[in-house]
């Protein structure tokens, strides 16, 4: 589940990182294009100056009719056309068709939006200037600037729709170039993240069956190092028991039915001798035979499985002059139990 969750929280991020990237991207190109807008508008402003030098060559005796004739004789379309004024008097708009469309309305009732009405309120006498303004949904670079003439002043203005700027078909084709580029780039982006985070995560489950696997393994070594360590503990060839716990060995031989059992007693010289014994019998003795120490010098050892013979000569070749043999004890079964067995054999060996 945590992986699952970080796999979604790398894609969740990149996809997020991508729409920003997009956000901003188109935000720097409306960026772009509004700059593109200014630096043309400043061309343009220059082809406005000179025709206001065609109006100004005009004598005295011109008329209106003159103005708008020039005006109407430049080149115009839906996407590019001039406009000119009187006051707040419309005298020409696009062509004279247009024009009469709008005979009697103010220059206010053509130039309705708020950055139009803008632009026109920042005209200078004799200075051309530009603005990017809004009529209904289009948009457009406007030159204009106010000039006079007859002592009367007059606002001459050259809109140009943004589109047959923009869309030109060399800019337009390095536009549609970028956004394709940095599309494909982004899309690429989130596939790789999408595919680095799966495969990060299918790691990170691998990792953890490893790390289960590894836990499991060191607790079955820690089981296995106990039971080797029970084991060395309660080996018969490396660990002799006290009397007190004999009983229990002989009733846990007669529950598992093991047979025969062969006892022997043995008696040393000395406290020192008998530590010495049981040292001896750790590399002569295996683990079928078991080590009592009964008090400071008594040992008795239990042979089990053993064939008769075989213990006999083994007991036989323990003595030496420190250790001496009192007794053995052979049982073939056990009928009776082991317990009352080798208690009768001790009462015997040592009258206790």
Known sequence: MKHRINFFMV???VVFFAIAADVFIIYQLACYETRFLEIYGAEQDGYVKIILE???RLEDRATEEDITEIISSLDATASRYWT?????SILFVKSVTETNRYKGFTDGTYFATQTASEFLNSLGVNKVGHKIIYLDKDRFIASGMIFKWKKEQYRICLLTYDRVILEDNILLECKNTII???SIV????IILSMVMSRKIS?????IDKQQEHVIWQNKQMQLLDEQLKREFTFSASRHVFKNTVLDEFLETLDKKNVHPLHFAVFETETTEARDEFFNHMQVLLDNRVLRFSMDERLVVLIFATYEKEVSKRIIESLENWNVHGL???YCEDNMNSYKEQFHKFWKAVTGK
């Open 11 to 13: 894609t969740a991020f």
């Open 54 to 56: 065609q109006i100004n």
């Open 84 to 88: 000119l004024s009187k006051g707040d």
């Open 180 to 182: 394709i580029i940095l």
């Open 186 to 189: 982004l899309a690429v982006l």
């Open 202 to 206: 299918r790691q990170g489950r691998y």
């Open 327 to 329: 007794a053995d004890l």
